[in-house]
């Protein structure tokens, strides 16, 4: 079997986002989508916010159809990169570089 980096998540987009484009012309989209998970083992309910990086015309795409509340289903693939904090430390973040998204309910729902 090979291996896959491959991610499918549902949750709520949890905020409202802005397009941003580099130096270069790249066009991409910061996406905070928030899921809860509720542990088998002792019902805790975890609440989580992935960080989704859409890029390109699929960004702004997502721009357009996306607003805050919307429930959405995110396809794509983990990325995790390593940084300098403003003190020195390094930090290590992870993001899912989105490839295809959808819609579920643009009913809203607060976050």
Not at 46 to 58: A, S, T
Not at 90 to 100: G, L, T
Request: with cysteine; hydrophobic share 35%; charged share 20%.
């Amino acid at each position: 079997m090979a291996a896959s980096n491959s991610i499918n998540i549902v949750g709520f987009v949890a905020d409202d986002f802005e397009i941003k484009e580099n130096a270069q012309g790249s066009i991409s989209a910061k996406i905070p989508v928030h899921t809860e998970h509720t542990c088998q083992v002792n019902n805790s309910i975890y609440n989580e916010i992935h960080w989704c990086m859409v890029f390109g015309d699929l960004a702004l795409q997502a721009k357009e159809s996306m607003k805050k509340g919307h429930l959405v289903q995110i396809q794509g693939a983990m990325h995790y990169h390593i940084y300098n904090d403003r003190s020195g430390g390094s930090k290590r973040i992870s993001q899912i570089i989105v490839e295809q998204y959808q819609i579920l309910s643009k009913k809203k729902r607060r976050i």
